[in-house]
């Protein structure tokens, strides 16, 4: 298996751009996590979906923040417009089942926007 | 809200040394918890599972441990080499919710 895939792997921006990560998560699992990793806070949670759907997007700092999982193989992260705070590393994770398995990550996108 | 601590934050020691990494967890109703190893400008890469039903779970040199009522864990590095250098990270499920909670990390530096 190929693991957790994300694109672009390193993305560099103007404020005010608008940005799209992708993610392809692991054949077979049914859940799927964006994460967010700065020095400041760590890593958070922005969103997961669970069979596609949006089940808990507390952690979406704001309106300028959406994703989607238009099917189980796909989904995206989109930040319109960004903005210099938004420069972090975006991780995507897949896990299988109810939430006892493993979560799998994959290599992170770097956003620096300038 | 679940928070995971870590200590301690950095650690640098000769190669060979065996070495525990210490991890508490403030909710102690987890069904899972998780140890991650990350490289500098990498993602993470999983270590090792332990589900709440067991106490220890071992792969190769690395052994962990958890204690659900004291809300600690342990990751226990036998044999230490310069390729352990890394950040590791535990990670527990956040309260009520099904995504991870992590620590802050403890940087190791394994010295040749």
């Known amino acids: 298996d190929a693991g957790v895939i994300q694109s672009p792997r390193h993305e560099v921006t103007e404020m005010g751009q608008e940005v799209t990560l992708r993610c392809k998560p692991i054949?077979?699992?049914?859940?799927l996590f964006w994460y967010r990793q700065t020095m400041m806070r760590g890593l958070e949670l922005l969103i997961y979906f669970n069979n596609n759907v949006p089940i808990d997007d507390s952690g979406m700092p704001e309106d300028r923040f959406s994703a989607k999982m238009p099917n189980a193989s796909f989904s995206t992260l989109k930040i319109q417009p960004s903005e210099p705070r938004d420069s972090a590393v975006y991780f995507c994770?897949?896990?299988?089942?109810?939430?006892?398995?493993?979560?799998?990550f994959g290599p992170g996108t770097r956003l620096t926007v300038l | 809200k679940q928070e995971v601590t870590q200590i301690p934050a950095a650690l640098s020691v000769p190669e060979g040394e065996n070495l525990v990494l210490n991890c508490s967890f403030t909710d102690s109703a987890i069904y899972n918890l998780q140890w991650f190893r990350q490289d500098p400008g990498k993602g993470l890469t999983s270590l090792l599972l332990i589900q709440s039903s067991q106490r220890e779970q071992t792969s190769g040199r690395l052994n962990a441990s958890l204690d659900k009522s004291s809300g600690r864990s342990t990751l226990y590095i036998a044999a230490s080499q310069p390729g352990d250098s890394a950040t590791y990270l535990c990670?527990?499920?956040?309260?009520?919710?099904?995504?991870?909670?992590f620590g802050s990390g403890t940087r190791l530096q394994v010295q040749p």
């Open positions: 054949s077979g699992h049914n859940s």
């Open positions: 994770a897949s896990q299988r089942g109810q939430g006892r398995d493993e979560q799998f």
């Open positions: 990670a527990a499920p956040d309260t009520g919710r099904r995504a991870l909670t």
